[in-house]
């Protein structure tokens, strides 16, 4: 942040911002101005109608939002009505956002929304929400399995010498991105993205595979920042490949923090039980969610882990009606 703002003091004074919450509130850090009629009045009649600004909205569209406990945001995210994750897509998408609640006009037009959030493997595992896996909100996100390479107990600041050098360049290249409309790929790297482009788009099976959906969409994102980073007139060769080794660490974290689990949350937690049981009973399997899940649910997924080849059904003889129990199939 020392180099950011000294770059672009403004951005880092009024553009960084935490506490995601809802959908309305992501909009209003980035209202446009809001116009309405009022009455004009004159001895107590109203003979006309004015236009007044009733906001004056933000000028400046761009936003960065830290959260350093995105467990937090993922709970509130997955309350009935939230809007954020609806918002949140509509950003990443096309920066036009907006929701359609009667009592909230808020929208925003050429939004530039960041998001930068921390949580550890096990949190995420547990409070990404099962829609949030399969409707594509987690496939806008990059994620970054990040370890601590040394112990450092009496760290010390930078010394500006060091930083000039970085603030220098950052300022160079945000000059010179300035003036740029339109980056198109040189011939060297439009030959290399049609060579990566079926591996980028095919598709994958289970949890990872949800969320590696979007490669395409984030390695030409990913190009154009480093492009612009070069303040280069087009895509280079090198800017896209290390937009794809950016993606390529991305990719790996998913599948190191996902594996090779499915979509559904409640067949990942009995595939994950049953890995550390190795059998369970219907009622046992009832009983892991407290029987706040419907039967029907618990049954469908099992049908999952069935026709996955994950686990198999049996049955055990209790002198009475025999008991159905549920194996684990190891690999």
């Not at 949190?123 to 099962?130: F, G, I, N, P, S």
């Amino acid at each position: 942040m020392r180099i950011l703002a000294a770059v672009d003091e403004e951005w880092s004074r009024y553009c960084v911002a935490s506490g995601l919450s809802s959908g309305e509130g992501l909009i209003f850090h980035v209202r446009d101005a809001r116009e309405e009629q009022q009455p004009i009045k004159e001895k107590g009649r109203v003979v006309g109608y004015e236009t007044v600004v009733a906001d004056q909205g933000v000028t400046d569209k761009r936003l960065l939002v830290e959260e350093p406990e995105l467990a937090a945001v993922l709970k509130r995210m997955d309350r009935e009505s939230n809007s954020l994750s609806a918002v949140m897509r509509q950003a990443w998408d096309r920066g036009a956002l907006r929701t359609l609640t009667k009592n909230s006009p808020l929208r925003a037009t050429d939004a530039h929304v960041s998001l930068i959030a921390h949580i550890t493997p096990e949190e995420l595992r547990l409070h990404l929400a099962e829609s949030e896996r399969v409707n594509g909100w987690a496939n806008r996100l990059l994620f970054f399995l990040v370890r601590r390479s040394k112990a450092l107990p009496n760290p010390r600041p930078v010394p500006d010498p060091v930083l000039a050098p970085l603030r220098r360049d950052l300022e160079r290249a945000r000059q010179a991105a300035l003036s740029v409309a339109v980056l198109e790929r040189a011939p060297d790297a439009e030959e290399d993205w049609e060579r990566v482009y079926p591996a980028l788009t095919a598709e994958r099976s289970g949890l990872a595979g949800a969320l590696l959906a979007r490669g395409a969409a984030h390695v030409l994102r990913l190009s154009v920042a480093y492009a612009l980073l070069d303040a280069a007139p087009c895509i280079r060769r090198e800017h896209l490949r290390a937009a794809l080794a950016l993606w390529a660490h991305a990719e790996a974290s998913a599948l190191l923090i996902f594996g090779d689990r499915l979509r559904d949350r409640v067949a990942d937690t009995i595939e994950r039980t049953l890995g550390a049981r190795g059998a369970l009973t219907r009622n046992e399997i009832r009983d892991l969610f407290q029987r706040h899940v419907e039967a029907e649910r618990i049954e469908a997924a099992l049908r999952l882990l069935e026709s996955r080849g994950r686990a198999r059904r049996t049955t055990r003889d209790t002198g009475g009606r025999p008991a159905e129990v549920w194996e684990a199939i190891t690999a």
